[in-house]
């Protein structure tokens, strides 16, 4: 079955047909728009990189379990949201899937309401994912304009704070205040569009991801 574009799709993966048909339409009568497939392989198939939405995704299956789908999604670098439904839970799974980011982990037979509460809390987080990195790209779309418009002191300063130097290291290296360095990360920040040195930091390292 091909993927869908829709952020709200949910990609159920399950090598039982039967529990495929029941949550196509559990989860249908929901609302939302639903896609399965019969193995692990098979939707690493169709898969593209930023596919959206959330996966619903049994623990045991021939071939490639639950498990080593997660794996091999993080391998890839794709971060879609999963819900792990298993016949066959123990803690240790859940412990190890809850770890590397699955949203929840249910044991069949699942409650009908719970299980459809955690595929929309995934697609709540999903939805919140892409907006961030939507916010994110806009911030390093024209970095070189924003750059540009930096005084050649607050380049020296800038510099120095992407090497890692403290706010005394800046003062005694350029011999200012340390109330005139604190001015000039205040202007860099606002001019770069940024709030914090965390967002400085990560500006320029998609920066250089892009370059």
Same mark, same amino acid.
């Given at each position: 079955?091909?993927?869908? $574009?829709?952020?709200?799709?949910? !990609?159920?993966?399950?090598? $039982? ?6 949550? @196509? ?11 399965? !497939?019969?193995?692990?392989? #098979? ?5 593209? &990189? ?7 995704? $049994?623990?045991?299956?021939? @071939? ?16 879609? &949201? ?6 066959? @839970?123990?803690? &240790? ?5 809850? =770890? ?23 697609? +709540?987080?999903? $939805?919140?994912?892409? =907006? ?17 418009? *930096?005084?050649?002191?607050? +380049?020296?300063?800038?510099? +120095?704070?992407?090497?890692? =130097? ?16 604190? !001015? ?6 606002? =001019? ?10 990560? *500006? !320029?390292?998609? #920066?250089?991801?892009?370059?």
């Amino acid at each position: 079955m091909k993927l869908h $574009d829709n952020g709200n799709t949910v !990609f159920v993966v399950d090598d $039982d047909a039967a529990v495929c048909d029941a949550l @196509g339409m559990l989860l249908r009568t929901a609302g939302m728009e639903v896609e399965t !497939f019969r193995s692990a392989a #098979s939707f690493l198939k169709e898969l593209r &990189p930023g596919q959206t939405g959330c996966l619903v995704l $049994d623990i045991r299956m021939p @071939g490639m379990s639950g498990l080593d789908l997660q794996d091999e999604l993080h391998r890839r670098k794709i971060y879609i &949201p999963i819900v792990f439904l298993t016949g066959h @839970g123990d803690v &240790p799974m859940a412990v190890r899937a809850l =770890k590397k980011g699955a949203v929840d982990f249910i044991e069949k037979p699942h409650e009908a309401e719970r299980l459809v509460l955690a595929v929309l809390n995934a697609l +709540r987080m999903d $939805d919140e994912r892409r =907006k961030q990195t939507n916010r994110h790209g806009d911030l390093s779309l024209d970095l070189a304009t924003r750059l540009a418009t *930096l005084s050649e002191r607050e +380049r020296e300063v800038l510099n +120095r704070i992407l090497e890692g =130097k403290q706010t005394r290291q800046i003062t005694d290296e350029l011999c200012i205040s340390v109330k005139t360095v604190e !001015f000039h990360r205040a202007r860099i920040r606002e =001019k770069l569009g940024v709030t914090t040195q965390a967002q400085l930091f990560s *500006l !320029f390292i998609a #920066s250089e991801g892009d370059a």
